[in-house]
């Protein structure tokens, strides 16, 4: 009964269709405007609904401050909320800037303390190797073989996976990644092309996952557990950091690798830059031991 109630409220929360009365309690008044709900209203029309679950919270929090707003109240708030050079410090600063900006205050305080926090560089050797993820795959079981196939061979994020459809373009089956994706819609290219067949990549099959009620940061953390409780030897993550160092081996420039990725070319570099130039060096040491051996 309590898992029942859970997902109930999870997905009233997700859609926005949470009321007291419908859990029996009684409202002593109609519901008053919130002083931020011009701030939430501008963004839900900017980003999407996985980021926007990142804003709610965090909005929440400033609007229990009360009274007129100062930035020194928010940097204070942030600081309060958040740990030096840290991915929530960095959030935090990101929305009550935002905040400020929107009520007219000096936002730049708050930019001030956002601290140097960058996401770790990935390392290769971390990463599953392309047989590893052959053998993976073989005992993934037919309702996960699809899904664990596209985001191998395409690269992407897990909750794309539900919003993705393939296509045959001259001679290659294409990834169509749709608009309400964390980054929009793109195209894809597999990589390598062979696993298209080998996956059976043109034959959709979705795992037994509730999608209904669940934004794009859910379904990617119920991907995250299902890959715990089936014991893969690595994170979804994982399967798309190798196919960027894949593209790298291949040769791909890193312009096209990042657009097919959903990022910036900067997110990009700063993130695969490590991986990327030792990938590439031992192609380059292969290939020249390979005319050695030729010689």
């Known amino acids: 009964m309590a898992k029942a109630h859970a997902q109930r409220l999870d997905s009233e929360l997700a859609l926005n269709r949470f009321a007291w009365e419908n859990w029996g309690y009684r409202q002593k008044q109609a519901a008053q405007s919130r002083p931020l709900d011009g701030f939430i209203a501008i963004k839900r029309s900017q980003i999407q609904p996985s980021s926007l679950s990142l804003y709610l919270p965090i909005v929440g929090q400033i609007e229990q401050l009360g009274g007129e707003l100062t930035t020194e109240q928010l940097v204070a708030l942030v600081r309060d909320r958040s740990e030096d050079h840290s991915k929530n410090r960095k959030t935090w600063c990101q929305v009550c800037a935002q905040v400020a900006e929107y009520l007219g205050l000096d936002p730049k305080p ?32 037919e309702h996960w073989q699809w899904f664990y196939g596209m985001m191998a061979t395409y690269g992407l994020r897990p909750h794309e996976c539900f919003h993705v459809d393939t296509e045959v373009r001259q001679g290659t089956l294409i990834a169509n990644v749709r608009k309400e994706t964390k980054t929009g819609a793109r195209i894809v290219l597999p990589l390598p092309g062979e696993w298209c067949d080998r996956f059976n990549l043109a034959s959709k099959r979705l795992p037994d996952i509730i999608t209904e009620g669940r934004d794009n940061r859910r379904l990617s953390e119920r991907i995250s557990l299902r890959f715990r409780d089936k014991q893969v030897p690595h994170t979804p993550k994982a399967l798309r950091h190798a196919y960027s160092c894949r593209g790298a081996r291949y040769g791909i420039q890193p312009d096209v690798m990042a657009r097919m990725m959903g990022h910036s070319i900067s997110v990009h570099c700063k993130t695969y830059q490590a991986a990327i130039s030792l990938t590439q060096y031992q192609a380059v040491f292969a290939q020249a031991e390979s005319l050695i051996n030729r010689s």
Do not use: C, F, H
């Open 110 to 141: 708050i930019r001030a303390i956002a601290g140097r926090y960058q996401a770790k560089p990935v390392n290769p050797s971390d990463l599953p190797t392309d047989d590893q993820i052959i053998e993976i795959w073989e005992g993934m079981g």
